[in-house]
Nanobody, 123 residues
């Protein structure tokens, strides 16, 4: 089993920055990809960004150029650096992990989820 614990959410003004962290513990040797999804009220959960153990990354078009995902293998932690935040980025952000060594996608493929952390961007 794998446990994912997120931190770093909060309230920020439009144009500001936040950094989310997700620490993995447990049977982490099974994990080959991690990432972040988000879900806004009334909307489906969507992929924000992911990174494989080998360092390959992918991003949603809506966050390209503003968000950066990175990983620290020694700390078993993945980070999401969010810059130039917009009110439409407001959502609950979920850390995700998967066993296959390929980028995460929408609609399935995640083996483990974190509990979520709220990000609110005020206009």
């Amino acid at each position: 089993q794998v446990q994912l614990v997120e931190s770093g959410g909060g309230l920020v003004q439009s144009g500001g920055s936040l950094r989310l962290s997700c620490e993995a513990s447990g049977s982490i040797f099974y994990i080959n990809a991690m990432g972040w999804y988000r879900q806004a009220p009334g909307r489906q959960r969507e992929l924000v960004a992911s990174i494989t153990r080998g360092g390959s990354t992918n991003y949603a078009d809506s966050v390209k150029g503003r968000f950066t995902i990175s990983g620290d293998n020694d700390k078993n932690t993945v980070y999401l650096h969010m810059n130039i935040l917009k009110p439409e980025d407001t959502a609950v952000y979920y850390c995700a992990a998967a066993r296959p060594a390929r980028p995460l996608v929408n609609n399935g493929g995640v083996d483990y989820w974190g509990q979520g952390t709220q990000v609110t961007v005020s206009s």
